[in-house]
């Protein structure tokens, strides 16, 4: 399929309703694929309206001024509740977060536990957890951030948070039938696009792209929209209730959709366990832990579930505002 950048009207910045915010126009496109992974099927065309959405996602100090402004704890700093995990092990009552600490070789690829560690008191201030820092990361993402988290500091800075739907509109720049947001080589030229993961996954980083974990967030070139890491980095939250599939395309023209919302709360819980009834919102762009090998979600239509009460040191967020531009 040929690509083509299509041309798009945005406001002067001087017009955003915040500081740091481009203009996204409106408009029609194909979302999803039938190339990759199921989850992702099938692709159907949707409508979204313009809104704006920030340029980069959320970094550690613009997250710091929230908290030294509201005095937000966020939920993996908080002890969980016994009664709201019946069954679970006592090692996993206590404040922790979802840290990437890659093993000494290779392992079964079907185990995510050879990579994933609860580490205890991991958290935004200290990613990799006691004794680690963000004392010279103020321009990385923000990460370990439930939804709650992402809800809040949204609500405080008169924002929200991009639908599945708006931010694949977002991430494509315009660019209608591509692979990747930027054409379809992932590294044309051998010029590495974002920040992903070279070598073989999850032992062997070879950070050919120049970073082995997070990156300041204006490390690669932006996409048509002027949007910076909307692949790779950190995954990043949308406002959408997860399903399994997308719904099935109508061959009308008059039934293509206008601003979706995704499914209903009640279809986003993991049927493989009903024990513990979890929703689960989509993320979306990828991350630093995306390998050819592993994980092939470097792409605008790549999508996965994420429990609301799950945070991660490879998952933060950017927000939008839904309003027209001033005349």
Known sequence: MTTETLPASIPAAAAAPHPGMLWIPGGTFRM??????????????VTVDGFWMDATP?????????????GHVTFCEIAPDPKDYPGALPEMLKAASSVFVPPPGRVSLRDHFQWWQFVADANWRQPQGVGSSIADKDDHPVVHLAWSDVEAYAKWAGK????????EFAARGGLEGAEYAWGSELVPG???????????????NLAEDGFAGTSPVRSFAPNAYGLFDMIGNVWEWTQTWYAPR?????????????????????????PQMPQLPIARKVMKGGSHLCAPNYCRRYRPAARMPQ???TSTSHLGFRCIVRREPEA
Do not use: M
Not at 190 to 204: C, D, I, K, M, Y
Not at 258 to 264: C, E, F, L, M, Q
């Open 32 to 45: 999803g694929s039938d190339h990759h992974y199921p989850e992702e099927k099938p692709a159907h065309r």
């Open 160 to 167: 929200d948070i991009a639908t599945e739907a708006e931010w």
């Open 307 to 309: 429990p609301i009460d």
């Open 190 to 204: 051998g010029v590495h696009q974002a920040n992903t993961f070279q070598g073989e996954f999850p032992w062997q």
């Open 246 to 270: 997308h719904p099935d395309e109508k061959l009308k023209a008059c039934c293509i959709p206008v601003n979706p919302r995704g499914a209903a709360k009640e279809q986003s819980f993991d």
């Open 58 to 70: 959320v970094t550690n100090a613009q997250f710091r001024a929230f908290v030294e402004a509201t």
